[in-house]
């Protein structure tokens, strides 16, 4: 603990003042920060559509331009990890529970419960659930992600500075970065981290405990998740101790197989033809209509803008409060990539894989729905195992399913106690395991705490209410890495000159 710097104090005294107030005023705090987010969500809806949409074009630009050559290391540098593996534990970051949770709940509530523009339950609201769902999921979050993790890996990697969010703005700011403000960054970071990857675990441990109370009648209760969470804090601290590139690499290589297993299994035993014939579609439409949906404020009161609020808003909120996170993570396995290979390695690849797996698993639930089994009467974290019930291999289904959340679960604490040591140790590439096995810690009991108070609805909102001032963040590190880049170009030049 020798090599841990103020960020870490300062950080942990906040994380345990937020959960003291979260568990002794657990009403007060959940009327506090939804009322925060409302206001935010209704006064800053415009500028969140503005930003996520600049993030794209920025990172086409970077990808397309001259920029895209460089290498993030040296020039003759080799990337660290095979491209599959790459591939998945960026996915496993940036993804995580999300995609099992939410696979074909919000296709199929956007379709019969809460469309955002048609009749719920017709043929067109069915098409514009999945465009919308591919919309929050595809190419807006990745391009934001990939513009903080390639910030962050082009100033480690090639320019030799500490990972740390605060240091990519010394372009802009030089020296005075690493004052007061620069702390000030970094212990935000730290804290989004933290409460956010918190969230996503008590999600986990409420979807697994549904899972086996759906299977084997295990009781849904805060005694089953503390039990589910002990079990898995072990196993990902034992994954955190033994470094990046066995465990987490093994985890996420783990991830993929039974992503792809569960995928395949819906893919076949689903309406087949259908996924593919409106896949197809609606991916064809999420394309066309892209500029038009980034730019859909709801103004007017026909126009539905709590649904706006409650999905869009939410999600360009929750996509920049995980910001740094997944982008540090990101940065970190990307050594040795040229830009451009990153660019589209990080937008592309998982924009076409989500849009893949919301269709296939949201086809199969509105079938479901359609043969008369009302879906949409369950809850988000047990609506999956309803619907595998009326499927064939319907318990291999659910075992599988759960698996894949138990591998996210330990993937993402692990990738999350790897970050949160990097950004306590002043950017260090391999954080001591005594650090990683404290915020593990950390993690676990503050997802138990929240769980035990029902603050899950508070935690989220205060994540989103952090999203603002990041948001300005990415976009002072976005026109800090510009210019750097530019910078960058001249000295290749000039070296190739001499």
């Known amino acids: 603990m020798k090599k841990v710097t103020s960020v870490f104090y300062i950080t942990a005294a906040l994380i345990i003042l937020a959960v003291l107030l979260g568990a002794l ?37 970077i990808a397309f331009s001259r920029y895209g050559k460089i290498r993030l290391g040296r020039d003759d540098e080799k990337p660290d990890f095979s491209t599959s593996s790459w591939i998945a534990m960026l996915f496993s970051a940036g993804l995580g529970i999300g995609l099992v949770f939410y696979g074909a709940s919000e296709p199929l509530l956007h379709s019969y419960a809460d469309a955002p523009l048609s009749n719920p339950g017709s043929e067109q609201a069915i098409k514009e659930g999945l465009v919308f769902t591919y919309f929050h999921w595809g190419l807006h979050g990745w391009a934001m992600y990939g513009l903080v993790a390639l910030a962050l890996a082009f100033f480690q990697f090639r320019k030799g500075e500490p990972g740390l969010i605060s240091t990519t703005l010394k372009p802009l700011f030089g020296d005075r970065i690493k004052g007061p403000s620069g702390k000030a960054i970094d212990v935000l970071a730290t804290f989004a981290t933290i409460f956010g ?12 405990n549904a899972g086996l109370s759906h299977l084997f009648g ?64 609606t991916f064809g439409y999420y394309l066309q209509n892209l500029i038009q949906m980034s730019f859909r404020t709801a103004p007017l009161p026909s126009d539905n803008r709590a649904w706006l609020d409650a999905w869009t808003v939410f999600y360009w909120a929750w996509w920049i409060s995980w910001a740094p996170f997944v982008g540090m993570f990101i940065a970190r396995v990307s050594r040795g990539r040229t830009i451009r290979e990153f660019m589209f390695g990080v937008m592309i690849v998982p924009t076409v894989i989500c849009g893949i797996w919301f269709a296939t ?35 291999l289904l659910s075992i599988i399913s759960i698996a894949l959340i138990l591998t996210f679960f330990i993937t993402s604490a692990d990738s999350a106690t790897f970050v949160l040591g990097m ?36 935690l989220q909102n205060t994540i989103i209410a952090a999203a603002l001032p990041f948001s300005f963040i990415v976009i002072l590190m976005s026109i800090s890495l510009l210019k750097a880049l530019n910078t960058e170009l001249k000295e290749i030049k000039k070296k190739k000159n001499i």
């Open 423 to 458: 950004q306590t140790t002043n950017g260090s590439l391999n954080p001591a395991a005594s650090v990683k096995i404290v915020w593990g810690f950390a993690l676990s009991s503050v997802a138990l705490v929240l769980l035990y108070v029902g603050g899950l609805t508070a």
């Open 197 to 208: 990857v918190a969230t996503s675990l008590g999600l986990g441990a409420a979807q697994i």
């Open 25 to 61: 005023f657990p009403v007060y705090a959940e009327n506090l920060t939804t009322n925060l987010n409302a206001f935010l969500s209704t006064t800053f809806g415009w500028y969140y559509m503005w930003i996520m949409l600049g993030f794209i074009a920025i990172s086409f630009f």
């Open 218 to 281: 295990l009781e849904e209760s805060f005694v089953s998740q503390l039990f589910i969470i002990l079990i898995i804090t072990v196993l990902f601290l034992i994954s955190a101790w033994t470094g990046l590139s066995k465990g987490i690499q093994f985890l996420s290589n783990a991830n993929m197989v039974l992503a792809v297993l569960l995928f395949i299994s819906m893919f076949l035993i689903g309406p087949t033809l259908l996924i593919l014939n409106i896949f197809t579609e």
């Open 361 to 395: 698993f949201g086809t199969t639930a509105s079938s479901v729905q359609e043969s008369g089994v009302d879906l949409t009467q369950y809850a988000i974290e047990v609506l999956n195992f309803h619907m595998y019930d009326q499927l064939s291999f319907s318990f």
